[in-house]
């Protein structure tokens, strides 16, 4: 299964535009093609992170005046994609991470459900449509139970011998 998706988003530092495509490769590995727009006078390299676990590092070709791409094969996860520029004169600089979701890799080809197909996933209402006219009825009674027991209350009280004698 091939798909390809026209997503570029800016990576920040001396970079442009980045993003990357993939294909179930095998068993648990995608093949990641990279492209990023850098510096024309520096090699680049990308590093595909899994954080608390592995570090792919990837050297990209020149292919036109600033623009680098590359492919590696790595495990099937949303790894986390940091580019550096390596100047001539031994400077690097990094780009922000970003991931491999955010650099437009199908989310079918990471393991991730079909965005088509996900139904509505909002939680179901706490009462269902037929039992809210009973709801409101039993709130109804309740506050009628209530304003008796208030009357009732604040009644004239009877009169007791003492009052009587005034």
């Known amino acids: 299964m091939v798909v390809l998706v026209a997503l570029a988003v800016p990576v920040g530092g001396v970079f442009g535009d980045a993003s990357a495509t993939a294909v179930v490769a095998s068993a648990g590995q995608i ?6 727009e850098g510096p ?3 090699a680049v390299v990308a ?7 592995n570090q792919e590092t990837v050297t990209l070709g020149s292919q036109t005046d600033g623009i680098f791409t590359g492919s ?14 390596l100047a001539t004169n031994g400077a690097s600089t990094l780009s922000e991470p970003t991931t491999l979701l955010e650099l437009g890799v199908d989310p079918v080809v990471l393991g991730y459900p079909d965005p088509s197909i996900i139904t509505d996933d909002s ?26 027991v208030a009357f009732w209350a604040a009644g004239p009280k009877p009169q007791t011998a003492a009052d009587e004698e005034e």
């Not at 590696?72 to 520029?85: G, I, P, Q, S, T």
């Not at 939680?123 to 139970?145: C, D, K, M």
């Open 31 to 36: 093949s990641v093609d990279l492209r990023v």
């Open 40 to 42: 024309a006078d520096s």
């Open 47 to 53: 590093h595909l992170i899994d954080p608390g676990d």
């Open 72 to 85: 590696v094969v790595v495990e099937n996860a949303n790894l986390v994609v940091v580019f550096e520029a």
């Open 123 to 148: 939680e179901p209402p706490l009462v269902s449509p037929e039992n809210q006219r009973l709801l409101w009825a039993a709130g109804g009674a309740v506050a009628a139970a209530l304003a008796l």
